[in-house]
């Protein structure tokens, strides 16, 4: 089950920065947003995040079990874990939330939405969930997919990883300040 869910989380985090870099360059307006292929890879994406959430509650509840059969946590030693197992799940709300502002409707022509001082607040806090979720999980990922010299390209995945991320959040800035400024 962790190999499977390895390589459902490559297939998630390629879309993600598909999804998001694109995302980003949409809502700076640098280009038209409505995409067809944009939504297609969102919805793909959520099927995955949600197959890859299910692992996740199911490998938790294993934990659980483990923890209460032999009686004791380990909670210091473990901390790691924990904050991979908890921004995951703040990935999930967040993202239920991304999915509340972006999807709009109105007779079946998209609208945008409201996006004012919660929205953003809620799409940075997403951002930095994500990067806290990714970057804390590329190392095992990493050893999982079997990348045997994972330390020589660790650090180079993490920057490019958190240069992504800041463009994603300044976009999500520009958005807010098109919305509520220009």
């Given at each position: 089950m962790r190999k499977w869910n390895a390589v459902l989380s490559m297939g998630i985090l390629a879309l993600f920065l598909v999804h998001a870099v694109a995302g980003a360059f949409q809502l700076s307006g640098i280009?038209?947003?409505?995409?067809?292929?944009?939504?297609?890879?969102a919805l793909v994406m959520v099927c995955l995040i949600f197959i890859h959430f299910v692992i996740g509650i199911?490998?938790?509840?294993?934990?659980?079990?483990?923890?209460?059969?032999?009686?004791?946590?380990?909670?210091?030693?473990?901390?790691?874990?924990?904050?991979?197992?908890?921004?995951?799940?703040?990935?999930?709300?967040?993202?239920?939330f991304h999915i509340m502002i972006f999807l709009g409707t109105?007779?079946?022509?998209?609208?945008?939405?409201?996006?004012?001082?919660?929205?953003?607040?809620?799409?940075?806090?997403?951002?930095?969930?994500?990067a806290i979720h990714v970057i804390t999980n590329i190392k095992p990922l990493m050893i999982s997919l079997g990348t045997k010299s994972y330390k020589v390209f660790l650090t180079d995945i993490i920057l490019v990883l958190s240069v992504l991320l800041v463009f994603m959040g300044v976009g999500f800035v520009i958005y807010y300040l098109r919305w509520n400024v220009f």
């Open positions: 280009i038209p947003g409505g995409s067809v292929i944009m939504e297609k890879i199911k490998l938790t509840a294993d934990t659980f079990t483990a923890i209460k059969k032999s009686g004791t946590s380990y909670f210091k030693e473990n901390k790691l874990f924990w904050v991979r197992r908890i921004s995951g799940f703040a990935v999930m709300l967040f993202v239920i109105n007779n079946g022509a998209y609208r945008l939405n409201l996006f004012e001082g919660i929205q953003l607040a809620s799409q940075l806090l997403m951002v930095l969930s994500v």
